[in-house]
């Protein structure tokens, strides 16, 4: 599963990033730290509002309210302190 998680983070998601880096002149730092929080949390966010709405739950809401916004938001601010 690490493996296959690996695999695709190089093949997929780095190199989407270095072309949006080039297109908007993101720094590389930058864009690794807040729009590779993203990627990762993506998933995450997205099968949890898919719960919610298509496939209802009690976990979905809890889960939209906390923990998926949260982990984004808080990467992303940090990592925009710690750029300066």
Do not use: H, K
Request: charged content about 10%; some cysteine.
């Amino acid at each position: 599963m690490f493996y296959m998680m690996a695999v695709t983070c190089d093949e997929f998601l780095v190199p989407s990033l270095n072309v949006l880096c080039e297109r908007t002149g993101i720094p590389e730092d930058v864009a690794g730290a807040t729009l590779m929080a993203a990627g990762c949390n993506g998933p995450e966010f997205f099968s949890v509002v898919s719960s919610t709405f298509i496939q209802p739950s009690t976990v979905g809401p809890g889960a939209i309210l906390g923990s998926a916004p949260f982990n984004l938001m808080m990467i992303i601010a940090f990592a925009s302190f710690a750029v300066g």
